[in-house]
């Protein structure tokens, strides 16, 4: 390929079906041929090798809010609110946020969820068992729908505190403003997530003032207490943020265990490996997010002169890190696009990495950790119910998950 015959960006979304189809078709001559590549029609500097994209993800001096970016930063300003009429902190979420406003709202954020997720396994396979009782067995039924959508959006719901009774409005808020993901979202999709979003304000709003009333076991009792402890965050900041965590965690943890269950039934080696091994259940956990991560990609934007693989990078130029690409480095994984539960263990750059990395990880990893060895316990004969079907990929850019998956149990 030339480099003007190399995808850019655009082309680099399940929006191409070449793309859907096989990511490493287009990505492996790109990190091969250009892995520094300014893109001809974002502007962004596109990362696609593994050391490159971990040392930048890693790199703390980076700058992420977008407003800092050149003017044409197209992907990274295509999805945060540019708005300077209020403090950022009260705009943006620390997913796009700088320091020092992004140290003192992450810390406690990080600090009350790690203690909730680490209490929390006996409440996810309550959640998972319960996702479980809903699968029909003998014909065919969508996984997607009746288990890896509901389990994440039932979790964090449990984490929240959310009231049995508010559940059905509270998943239907989740899912709408998921819309805030894509960059390319039509009016409609972008009417229907300002909606979603106004409904979960209020309800995060009068829930915080409850709360501090009539404090619970959840987490946003733990951050109203953190708060009356001296933690400096606003109400109106920690709405933003408990808003974060549903649009920053839902629709990934939901194509973790979605994508999981793919690889290990178009596995059937590794499968049987786990099932004689449970032990193996968190590297296969680890080789889901190398293999078929969620995330494609995370930005920075250079905060001084750099220089990247020998490219001069000029400041304000936004960068893009591309996970998938760097997950799938051949330099640095054998085999790379092998799906392998014993790999010998090198870190993945699905969660991002330094100041940013997931704040979800430890939540996510929990949730597939449990869900994956209890449906194949479960139902033992699991099967795609049409195993030489061509899959259909959700088509929003830079996350990959399966639009249904068609099993029988
Ligand atoms: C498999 C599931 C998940 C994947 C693949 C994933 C991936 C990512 C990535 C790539 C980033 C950007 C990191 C960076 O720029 O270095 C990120 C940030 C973030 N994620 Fe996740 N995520 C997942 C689950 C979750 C969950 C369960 C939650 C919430 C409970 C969550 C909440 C967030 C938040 C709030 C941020 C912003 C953190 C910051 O900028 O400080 N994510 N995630």
Known sequence: MSEAELPSILQLTPLNPDYQADPHKLLDPLRAQCPVRKDPVSGSVVLSRYNDVRAIVSDRSLWRDPINAEEGAMLQRGTANLQTDQPRAETISILHLDDPD???????????LYARVAKFRGEVERIVDEALDRIPEGEPFDLMSLF??????????????VDHDRLVE???????????????????QTAQMEWASAQLSAYFLKTIAERRVAPGDDLISDMVKLQGEGAPLSDEELRINLGA???????????????????????????????ADPGLINATVEEILRVEGPVDI????????????????????SI?????????????????????????????VAFGGGAHICIGAPLARLEAQVALPRLFARFPNLRLAEPDAQMEWRKLPFFRGLETLMLVA
Do not use: M
């Not at 509270?170 to 409609?188: K, M, V, Y």
């Open 102 to 112: 992004h140290a003192r709202i992450r810390q406690p954020l990080s600090q009350a």
């Open 148 to 161: 890896c959508v509901p389990i994440p959006i039932d979790v964090i719901a449990s984490i929240l505190g």
């Open 170 to 188: 509270f998943r239907a808020w989740s899912e709408g403003s998921i819309l805030g993901l894509n960059p390319f979202r039509t009016e409609e």
């Open 245 to 275: 965590l549903l649009v920053g965690g839902n629709l990934t943890t939901t194509d973790l265990i979605g994508n999981g269950v793919y690889l290990l039934l178009k596995n059937p080696g590794e499968l049987a490996k786990l099932k």
């Open 298 to 317: 995370t930005g920075r934007i250079a905060s001084s002169p750099l220089e990247i693989g020998g490219c001069p990078v000029a400041p304000k130029q």
């Open 320 to 348: 893009t890190t591309f996970l998938r690409a760097a997950n799938h480095d051949p330099e640095v994984f054998e085999d790379p696009h092998s799906f392998n539960i014993s790999r010998k263990h090198k870190p993945h």
